[in-house]
T-cell receptor
Framework: EPEVTQTPSHQVTQMGQEVILRCVPI?????FYWYRQILGQKVEFLVS????????KSEIFDDQFSVERPDGSNFTLKIRSTKLEDSAMYFC?????????FGEGSRLTVL | AQKVTQAQTEISVVEKEDVTLDCVYE???????LFWYKQPPSGELVFLIR??????QNEISGRYSWNFQKSTSSFNFTITASQVVDSAVYFC??????????????FGTGTLLAVQP
């Protein structure tokens, strides 16, 4: 069964470092998303991406964040200069217009 | 603005009991979608159901059933004869329909279900 894959599963980084989280969506999907879940809290929308551009972003998605689909298959989330409060599980999702399928998440720990 | 409320933070039941997880939503849209996801201790988000706002029929899938009541803006989830493997956090989510397609999901705060043997 097709699935969304995310790498790395866990990354530990120092505050101020750049981090890139990678996602391979399901191949025939057109809608891509990043969500964040701080430990013990709800899942929060960060950004949606459609037709090779950002379609919507939340207040959380500030200038520190960027997304790219560099090669037509990968979908990346970059955090330019990480802060302690960026520590969270980051979920990538892809959708076919009906359902959203989530990856297993990338846990980011900022020290 | 869209909002999803899951008032039950934690529920603990004994195996084989039935349990209902509540979900109340707010939206100004006339067309929207409602979802339930399961997040087991391993952390992934597992899709359970998607419901269209025009379809108020209740749905049953094995031990799972969902009751959608537009009049009370609720989309409750019942697990019949609960099992230890049902222990997880359950999230209700809402999406506006953009051009008929599912848009971003707005999640509730989740309900932690603990099923004791």
């Amino acid at each position: 069964e097709p699935e969304v894959t995310q790498t790395p599963s866990h990354q530990v980084t120092q505050m101020g470092q750049e981090v890139i989280l990678r996602c391979v969506p399901i191949s025939n999907h057109l809608y891509f998303y990043w969500y964040r879940q701080i430990l013990g809290q709800k899942v929060e929308f960060l950004v949606s991406f459609y037709n090779n551009e950002i379609s919507e972003k939340s207040e959380i998605f500030d200038d520190q964040f960027s997304v790219e689909r560099p090669d037509g298959s990968n979908f990346t989330l970059k955090i330019r200069s990480t802060k302690l409060e960026d520590s969270a599980m980051y979920f990538c999702a892809s959708g076919d217009g009906r359902e959203l399928f989530f990856g297993e998440g990338s846990r980011l720990t900022v020290l | 603005a869209q909002k999803v409320t899951q008032a039950q933070t934690e529920i603990s039941v004994v195996e084989k009991e039935d349990v209902t997880l509540d979900c109340v939503y707010e939206t100004r849209d006339t067309t929207y979608y409602l979802f339930w996801y399961k997040q087991p201790p391993s952390g992934e988000l597992v899709f359970l159901i998607r419901r269209n706002s025009f379809d108020e029929q209740n749905e049953i899938s094995g031990r799972y059933s969902w009751n959608f009541q537009k009049s009370t803006s609720s989309f409750n989830f019942t697990i019949t004869a609960s099992q230890v493997v049902d222990s997880a956090v359950y999230f209700c989510a809402l999406s506006e329909a953009v051009g008929g397609a599912t848009n971003k999901l707005i999640f509730g705060t989740g309900t932690l279900l603990a099923v004791q043997p």
